[in-house]
């Protein structure tokens, strides 16, 4: 699917079509195109985003949109305002003294704290139309990169093994499938003066794992170490638990490989001036760290 110009994608919004407005690219995100739009009448401001082209190959857009509509409807999210699946336009709700949060700012207590309840609360009052928990993420990603005839680090036959354990050891356990973001990307979360946060950008949800966005959002934000994971499992658990510290450990793995394999698929495939390549390597280097640890096999024994 091209692209739609910007002036284009406006004028098939019947409630902004024709309008006076102030259009402002917005220089975030690397998939799709973003755009403020402000008018010059009454000062409204909205939030227009154009899918990227390509991205349909990748993300399921008819869940995105129910992920949008749920997610909104719980505060969580912002409102979904206007929707054309045909040309990829989406306009929401403007969110007025929000900005995105930086690794520095999930550093703060209560702005963890609030990601974090926002979570809970998505978890425990929504479902998606598909299950798609990390495993799967994972396949879908490595079989697409097989076809395409795509390289992959020297050890990544290990990388599998290992993901092989992590999976028998989970499914054993047993997964509880809720409505998840499957992203983590930072700047996904917001927050505002008072520190109230809004999750945007559901374009990855599907039924998976809870403790997966728990793992996304301590591995976006470096939350490794005993002590912060320990806070992470209090704070959406109420008490800490042995068992879910050992499933973020091995999800920390898998997760990397499956964000290494989506990198590798954008070093192959995206416009965008960005290094791909190498931020995929960074990628699988964290998932090889969390594979070697001794704390790996301990986890596999005790999820």
Known sequence: MST???EAAIAKVDFLAGQPLRVERIAAGITNLNWRLTHADNG???FLKIHGPGTESFIDRKVAHEAALKVGSTGVG???LFYDPVDGIEIYEYLHGFKSCSVRDTQHPTIRENIIRAYKQ?????QLAIAKDGFAQLDQHLARLRTMGAEFPHDFEHMLWQRERAERAVRA???DY?????DGYVSNYMFDDRLDVKIIDWEYAANNDPYWDLTMFSWENFFYDPKNRREVIEIYEGHY????????HLYTGVASVVWGLWATYQSMT????????KYADLIFARGRLAMLMPEWDIALSSV
Do not use: Y
């Open 4 to 6: 739609i110009a910007i």
């Open 44 to 46: 409204e401001v909205f």
């Open 78 to 80: 912002p409102q979904l």
């Open 122 to 126: 998505v978890h425990s009052t929504q």
């Open 173 to 175: 356990s047993g997964i």
């Open 178 to 182: 809720v409505a998840c973001f499957n």
């Open 241 to 248: 638990r042995e068992d879910i510290a050992a499933r973020l």
């Open 270 to 277: 995206s416009s965008i001036p960005f290094d791909f390549g």
